[in-house]
């Protein structure tokens, strides 16, 4: 499935509510001016996420719900392309004993993969409908991010020409906790730009704030506005290869300021936690907290995902037990 | 309380005071991967002796509990199974040790939960330790016995040996609870396979043997005990995929063939409660595991 990308022209968005000079100094002042996180608030409200009795059908539906957010990510150095095969193969067939099994919504590669990502999934590719698997690629060096802008973008056109419907990039954190939110706004815009296809269409952005690495939710909120202003049409918890990675406060925090933000402008955008979501109790918290955040609106694949590997086994063998009455065990689902 | 007299000395004050000292009953709980929870139910069963005096009570397992003990019988069999045979041996026979120290409370539980006489109850603590010591000395000749080098029309080595099944369930027999206990668990352990028990009895003197295999160098999951309703439990672990093998041996007064039925669909292997293999028989062993055949090319040289 594929996003229609917002019609705006990158850092459109900062103009409209900075003003059209666009000085650092203003984006500062919106930035510093945000209010402080309530941080015992916070995860207190997270905590209480964990407490709804969700069983039988509201849980069927919690599943199914998870498996088709998930972007279905291998983002390892050994990758293959067998192991890119394998993984589409799970995304078309998530469970082969169950054709009524939902899809992903994205396959998650690095750059170079897309090109294999993209023949493996043949007909079921979305490629600009909206009714496909995508295929999402992480770039400007991820996961660091420790390379020169001009490296960034060409990471990030080659795997737009190669057919990724989705980009996800990195944040220049050593930028932002220097305060030079400037750099950090301008990347982001600069990979919109590149993500512009041949027909003036946008790849989808996600940006990742790695907030493992901002230290704190302060920080966060920042990095959040400072990502939607320069335009991301979704916002990245992490990597997953920094700890602490995606975490429910954090999450909840983000969701908090989507809201804000489409209350503001009637815009929405985004939300994709990833790294150590690996169980169907933690998803259906982070279920929970979508709704009772941004509201049920936002339960759809267009504004939620998971960034997940081993989470959709997890969530297949619940659903097993939900469908046969049994408890089921981890030699009836595929290894990806 | 002593108030009315002052006593003329210590000793003698010491003696006629009633003791304002508290019993501390213990509350037998769950065995699950190495520690002792609480049901997650929250439900105990209340253990009477004969005469209907209070002893203790039981945590009573429900399926979440048997859940979370096939979880952790899962996590510990990879490691079990990779521990040399030797030293399945050794921990086996250091169950024994321990069981051998702590025999004066498995009596007095036997005695209280079974009514046996002090006797008769050592007796068959005494059985359950020399089983131990009989299942210890097989794991590192059991191979010998299961395995087989086969003949073969080639320049191959072919090679049979026994392997564990995996994760097993059991229905622990009803009567002398911890000698049963020990008949069905104890051979299970010798290959390397996991168990998840439903004990027979009152469940004081299993979670007492829990006691002792955790401190006996046995890895936490490989024993999980869940004393409780066998009749409730054995149908979700029956059915259970994860579950590899099922031994019904005390499953002989529930309808254990609807449970056979149960565990076909996972096509597991069944030990049913009548005519299976003898106790105490190398086959008894064998019966939980799977055969292996290797080839291997011989030297040409």
Redesign the interface.
């Known amino acids: 499935m594929t996003t229609p990308s917002q019609a705006l022209a990158p850092a459109q968005r900062a103009v409209q509510l900075l003003g059209g000079d666009l000085s650092e100094v203003a984006l500062r002042q919106h930035l510093e001016g945000l209010p402080t996180v309530d941080a015992v608030g916070l995860e207190a409200r997270a905590a209480s996420f964990g407490t709804r009795s969700i069983k039988t059908t509201s849980k069927a539906a919690a599943l199914d719900t998870a498996i088709r957010m998930i972007d279905l990510t291998t983002l390892q150095g050994a990758d293959t392309r067998g192991k890119v095969r394998s993984l589409v193969a799970k995304a078309l067939v998530p469970d082969a004993s169950d054709p009524s099994t939902p899809r992903p919504a994205a396959v998650c590669v690095y750059g170079d993969m897309v090109g294999n990502a993209v023949e493996a999934l043949g007909s079921a590719w979305s490629a600009g409908k909206d009714d496909g698997i995508n295929v999402a690629a992480v770039a400007t060096a991820f996961p660091a991010g420790r390379a020169s802008i001009a490296v960034k973008l060409q990471d990030t056109r080659d795997a737009v020409a190669a057919g990724a419907d989705e980009i996800d990039m990195v944040i220049d954190r050593g930028a932002f906790l220097e305060g030079n939110y400037g750099k950090v706004f301008d990347e982001i815009v600069q990979t919109k730009e590149a993500c512009r296809r041949d027909d003036g269409t946008f790849a989808h952005l996600k940006v990742i704030l790695e907030t493992g690495e901002l230290v704190t939710y302060d920080n966060v909120r920042r990095a959040s506005w400072l990502s939607i202003l320069a335009g991301g049409d979704f916002i990245k918890t992490s990597t997953g290869k920094v700890q602490p990675a995606a975490t429910l406060p954090v999450t909840t925090l983000m969701l908090q300021v989507v809201r804000d933000w489409e209350r503001l402008t009637g815009e929405r955008i985004g939300v994709k936690p990833a790294g150590g979501i690996s169980t169907s109790k933690d998803a259906i918290k982070y279920l929970v907290a979508v709704a009772e955040t941004c509201g049920e609106a936002w339960l759809d694949p267009h504004l939620f995902r998971f960034g997940a590997s081993s989470l959709l086994n997890d969530v297949l063998l619940q659903r097993?037990k939900l469908t046969t009455?049994?408890?089921?065990?981890?030699?009836?689902v595929t290894i990806d | 309380m002593a108030t009315a007299k002052t006593a003329t000395t210590t000793a003698s004050r010491a003696a006629a005071k009633p003791s304002t000292r508290l019993d501390v009953p213990k509350t037998y709980k769950l065995f699950i991967g190495g520690a002792f929870p609480r049901s997650e139910s929250g439900r105990v069963t209340e253990v009477t002796d004969a005469r209907g005096r209070f002893v203790a009570n039981v945590a009573k397992a429900s399926r979440k509990d048997a859940r979370e003990a096939v979880r952790a019988a899962r996590k510990a069999q990879p490691g079990w199974a990779g521990a040399t045979a030797y030293n399945r041996g050794q921990v086996l026979y250091r169950v024994a040790e321990v069981l051998e120290g702590r025999k004066a409370q498995f009596v007095d539980e036997l005695q209280k939960t079974e009514g046996l006489t002090a006797a008769r109850a050592a007796k068959q603590v005494e059985a359950a330790i020399d089983l131990w010591v009989w299942h210890a000395g097989w794991t590192d000749k059991i191979a010998q016995i299961g395995g087989n080098a086969n003949p073969v029309a080639g320049p191959y080595f072919n090679l049979s040996v026994p392997e564990p099944t995996g994760v097993v369930a059991i229905v622990a027999p009803q009567a002398q609870s911890l000698l049963g206990l020990t008949s069905v668990v104890a051979p299970a352990l010798v290959t390397g396979n996991t168990v998840v028990v439903v004990p027979g009895g009152a469940g004081l003197s299993a979670i007492s043997l829990g006691e002792v295999l955790a401190t006996s160098d046995l890895p936490g999951g490989v024993v999980n005990i869940l004393p409780g309703d066998a009749a409730e439990l054995a149908p979700w672990l029956a059915g259970h995929a994860d579950v590899n093998a099922l031994d019904l041996t005390g499953a002989g007064e529930l309808d254990w063939v609807e449970l056979e039925q149960l565990a076909a669909d996972t096509l597991k292997r069944v030990i049913r409660p009548v005519a299976g293999p003898a106790p105490e028989t190398p086959q008894r062993i064998l019966a939980l595991t799977e055969t292996k055949t290797v080839w291997h090319t011989k030297s040409r040289l």
């Open positions: 097993q009455g049994r408890y089921s065990g981890p030699d009836y």
